[in-house]
DNA sequence: CTAGGGTTAG
């Protein structure tokens, strides 16, 4: 009773207490422990049997194939003397999940018997691989069907994206349950229908987590965040799904903080322990939302439950793996997963370029894309916006020409919009703005607010007043919330030495009521991610952060540091510029780290916007009067500070 | 042991 209520340590205590346990209690105990997934209890308890039965041997099977151990699975099943309908099915299922289709299909074909249940698998195998002419025929061959068979059926017509055989199929079947009506919200939901989503979520006899999730998603996807908020807030319960569900569609608006914050109240370790097996998707899904918060310890741990459980020979967690670790600037820890896979797609080769590009690393950039040529894997659109953006990140401008044309001469792919802007970047961050003007006016495409702000920040670099202020005008028109612009634009006049000028912008940016993003930045220490926003005082250790910045202060003065108080927007006196310096976002977390990390340890920062260039002088020095390695990862690449020096050498 | 919610690169 305890075993199927999912009370594992209950039915251990009463399978103990019982005085001669016959075969029957030692199979039940072993199908308990096979079912929650925990192998080497299970293992245990067969070791521990007086004797076999087929059941047991079965049951060891399930045990290996829940947990995610499909080499040991096969050897198992290789090794069994006679097996059931039921260890032919779950060898099969083993098979769809962890090896290809033709595997799972000679399987199948060598079954003595097959029931409905391999029938629906077996359909299921080839929906998973986007093979609906297959799951089709499949479905018109079997048998017999019952609402699993129809839902499969159902399901992969909707993630197909073809919503019109789906609802054809719903159409068709003998009757519904809550499992089809939720495939069909969902296909719904994929075609960016929301409204019939939403119909179909009304329609529904009854709601369990699966179908709020299941609208919940449906609004996040198809960018409603506002309703995709209101339903997580009226969820009757919520689990690790759902929740990683909000963090996406709060990441995907830019609400990084948010983000954060729901993330940090996730519950996610008694999920990956208990209640639910985790799948490759689980994994998927927890890494890319350790990646954008740069949760290193955290995402290692995952990495570490990937690996017991198999996934590691999967190709997109893997992908994941090499993209998390990259994002988290920990470029030996990608290349080690990526060195490891057996087979790589153009994605795991992009993730690693964009690993490297992220630090300004041109050459290893280059070599990997030549290498993925040379073995045979053909480049797509987001592949040459990494290697152009590696380009920009090392201000080698000649390189991303040539490479640039090759694109069009050697491949298949059109230029985007995309590729013109990395090349604005390069162009203008190099100094050559008006080579980067003439591609703007030239190129077939129509700029768009985005590639006005490459241009005006380019001109920042380089003190251009003509230049930037056309460009912030057609920003200001194109993208009226923006704060950048104006930003910019008064950096630029101030760098010019025209404070009126820049003093004029500042009240026109406060006339039109345009709000600053404030800085935000994160440490992870101790497992625990931190939040600092500039000039915070919420923070239980305050005043032991403030009293280190005003100790680094002086340090750094004594190596020759001072500030550069131009950076500073607001109207205020020149010591309150200085003040508001130090109280940066960035600065906060860096004298964080300090103090809460032993001596020598190196702190990674994540921000939300881009390095200050107080910031970027101020860490130099720091990393060097502390000895410490800095890392820190702004909306758009890596600095690497050492010894009072930046990866970047001070381009960027 | 089979069906519904999430899915990797800019």
Known sequence: ????????????????????????????????????????????????????????????????????????????????QERDLIAWTIMLTVLATFSNIEDAKYHFDQMPERDL??????????????????????FDQMPE????????????????????????????????????????????????????AKRAFDSMPERDLIAWTAMLSAYAFNGHLRYTREIFQRMPERDLISWATMVAALVENDLLEESKELFDRMPRHCALSKGMTPNRVTFITLLDACSFLGALAEGRKIHAAVAERGFDTDLVVSNALVNFYGRCGALGDAKIVFDGMRRRDVISWSSMISAFAQRGRVDEAMELYHRMLSEGTLPDDIIFISVLFACSNSGVVEASGDFFRSIVGDTQVEPTLEH?????????RAGKLRDAEDLLRLMPFHPGPLLYMTMLSACKLYTDVERGEAAAEVVF????????????????????????????????MEERGIKKKPGCSWI????????????????????????????????????????????VLQDVEEDEKENLLWYHSEKLAIAFGLIS????????????????????????????????????????????????????????
């Open 1 to 80: 009773m305890f075993g199927r209520l999912g009370c594992v340590e209950r039915a251990r205590q009463i399978f103990d207490a019982i005085a001669d346990r016959d075969s029957f209690s030692w199979g039940i105990m072993l199908s308990i422990y096979a079912r929650s997934g925990d192998l080497s209890n299970a293992k245990g308890v067969f070791d521990r049997m007086p004797r076999w039965s087929l059941g047991s041997w079965t049951a060891l099977l399930s045990a290996f194939a829940l947990s995610g151990h499909h080499e040991e699975a096969k050897t198992l099943f290789d090794t069994m």
């Open 117 to 138: 249940v391999a029938w629906t698998a077996m359909l299921a195998a080839n929906a998973e691989r986007g093979q609906m002419e297959n799951a089709r025929e499949t």
């Open 145 to 196: 069907r019952n609402l699993f068979s129809w839902t499969s059926l159902l399901s992969a017509y909707g993630r197909s994206g073809d919503v019109k055989a789906a609802g054809r199929v719903f159409d068709s079947m003998p009757e519904w349950n809550l499992v089809a009506w939720t495939a069909m919200l969902t296909g719904y939901s994929l075609s960016g229908d929301v409204v019939r």
């Open 420 to 428: 013109y802007a990395c090349m604005v970047d390069v162009l203008g």
């Open 477 to 508: 028109e194109l993208d009226p919330e923006n704060s950048s612009p104006y930003i910019t634009l008064a950096n630029i006049y101030s760098a010019a030495k025209r404070p009126k000028d820049a003093a004029r912008i500042r009240k026109l």
């Open 524 to 567: 992870e220490v101790l497992d625990r991610v931190h939040e600092f926003i500039a000039g915070d005082k919420m923070h239980p250790q305050r005043d032991e952060i403030y009293a280190e910045i005003q100790r680094l202060g002086r340090q750094m003065k004594e190596a020759g540091y001072f500030q550069d108080t131009k950076v």
């Open 597 to 652: 990390t032993p001596p020598g340890a190196p702190l990674r920062i994540v921000k939300n916007l881009r390095v200050c260039s107080d910031c970027h002088a101020a860490t130099k020095v720091i990393s060097k009067v502390t000895g410490r390695e800095i890392l820190v990862r702004d909306t758009n690449r890596f600095h690497h500070f050492q010894n009072g020096m930046c990866s970047c050498n001070d381009y960027w």
